[in-house]
């Protein structure tokens, strides 16, 4: 068996993560996978964390969803997040249209929160862009900003939050807005006889969490999601 717990594993939040891990109790190591999409299908895959829109787009036909963490971002329902449109704060554009013509970073085509959400805002605006440029990640779409390489990009607002806490030049970014709230990154595993227990010990790992690392993590609780939830996301098309 494998397991793993991939997403948001900034170098600042390693060790919160570790001595999350440990409490979680798998009785296995913890890896780290350069090839996510193997690691996804992996049969023995035991535990993981996955994003909403490559769940939607196939995995949830061989992951069982354990539930999504709750990570007490601003206007969100438990267990959703959103993402934040960012631009340098000298730029006076303030609506999204101004950037149809403009570089625009987008992180991966299969990121809900770095294309499928910002897809989404656009095209209910009637907004197309002309030049996307994939970045490769948020941090990266984030650096470009800074760099001015591109103008506008799409942010998982719970980790713009992160990058800020070790990039203090991002503060200086603009939001120009958020999109709607949607399901947040969910607990998986392929191991469906498991998944009550799986899920019974992650509750107890995050009660049992210290002050500082639920701070550092901020991570708030369990909550169930119905995969149905999952399966309305809107598949966006290739940038």
């Known amino acids: 068996m494998i397991a793993s717990l991939p997403m948001y594993d900034r170098p600042a939040l390693r060790a919160a993560n570790n001595r999350f891990w440990s409490a979680l109790d798998l009785g296995l190591e913890r890896t780290n996978p350069d090839d996510l999409w193997a690691h996804w299908h992996d049969p023995t895959l035991l535990f993981s964390q996955t994003c909403g829109l490559p769940y939607a787009l196939g995995l949830h036909k061989h992951l069982t969803l354990l539930g999504a963490p709750d990570f007490g971002l601003p206007d969100c329902p438990p267990g959703h997040y959103n993402s934040v449109l960012l631009t340098r704060g000298d730029d006076?554009?303030?609506?999204?249209?101004?950037?149809?013509?403009?570089?625009?970073?987008?992180?991966?085509s299969h990121s809900q929160s770095g294309w499928g959400a910002f897809y989404a805002y656009a095209a209910a605006r009637g907004v197309t862009f002309s030049n996307l440029i994939g970045t490769g990640g948020h941090t990266a779409?984030?650096?470009?900003?800074?760099?001015?390489?591109?103008?506008?990009?799409?942010?998982?607002?719970?980790?713009?939050?992160?990058?800020?806490?070790?990039?203090?030049?991002?503060?200086?970014?603009r939001m120009l807005d958020r999109t709607p709230p949607t399901p947040g990154t969910p607990y998986v595993t392929a191991l469906p006889d498991r998944a009550d227990d799986l899920r019974a010990k992650l509750r107890a790992a995050i009660v049992g969490l210290s002050d500082e690392d639920r701070a550092t993590l901020c991570l708030h609780g369990l909550v169930d999601?119905?995969?149905?939830?999952?399966?309305a996301l809107p598949i966006p098309p290739d940038p």
Request: charged content about 20%; glycine content about 2%; hydrophobic content about 45%.
């Open 92 to 108: 006076t554009r303030s609506a999204i249209a101004a950037f149809s013509d403009a570089p625009v970073a987008f992180n991966q």
């Open 225 to 231: 999601i119905s995969h149905k939830a999952y399966l």
């Open 141 to 173: 779409s984030v650096q470009a900003l800074l760099e001015g390489r591109v103008d506008l990009a799409c942010i998982d607002a719970h980790t713009f939050r992160l990058i800020c806490r070790d990039t203090p030049e991002a503060k200086t970014l």
